[in-house]
């Protein structure tokens, strides 16, 4: 995978901080909001979105049948359970890194 820094290819992006949380209008649902260093590139939102990633964390799967995370400018949201937040972060984690190379 292209790496930062050579011309005409991808960076790589990392998270700013921690994620923020935000109660969602909707009962037990917490919405996740990470930021990003920079604005990705439309290759890499295609790359995070197509991620197929195997969660490899402990507890339930049942994160992964919502609706998807969203790229929008320099943040990544996500709505979740709040009970599932902690195994959402961590597949957050792990779709950066693919989406990265």
Same mark, same amino acid.
């Given at each position: +995978?292209?790496?930062?820094?050579?011309?005409?290819? +991808? $960076?790589? !992006?990392? @998270? *700013?901080?921690?994620?923020?949380?935000?109660?969602?209008?909707? #009962?037990?649902? *917490? *919405? !996740?909001? &990470?930021? !990003?260093?920079? $604005?990705?590139?439309?290759? &890499? =939102?295609?790359?995070?979105? +197509?991620?197929? *990633?195997?969660?490899?964390?402990?507890?339930? !799967?049942?994160?992964? /049948?919502?609706?998807?995370?969203?790229? @929008?400018?320099?943040?990544?949201? &996500?709505? =979740?359970?709040?009970?599932?937040?902690?195994?959402?972060?961590?597949?957050?984690?792990?779709?950066? /890194?693919? #989406? /990265?190379?």
């Amino acid at each position: +995978m292209p790496r930062k820094g050579e011309a005409g290819t +991808m $960076a790589d !992006l990392e @998270i *700013v901080g921690e994620p923020t949380e935000h109660d969602s209008p909707r #009962a037990g649902k *917490v *919405v !996740l909001t &990470w930021t !990003l260093a920079d $604005a990705p590139d439309p290759e &890499w =939102v295609q790359s995070f979105d +197509m991620t197929q *990633v195997s969660y490899t964390g402990p507890g339930s !799967l049942d994160f992964l /049948n919502l609706a998807p995370p969203e790229v @929008i400018g320099t943040s990544i949201r &996500w709505t =979740v359970p709040a009970h599932l937040k902690l195994h959402a972060r961590q597949y957050i984690d792990q779709r950066i /890194n693919y #989406a /990265n190379g």
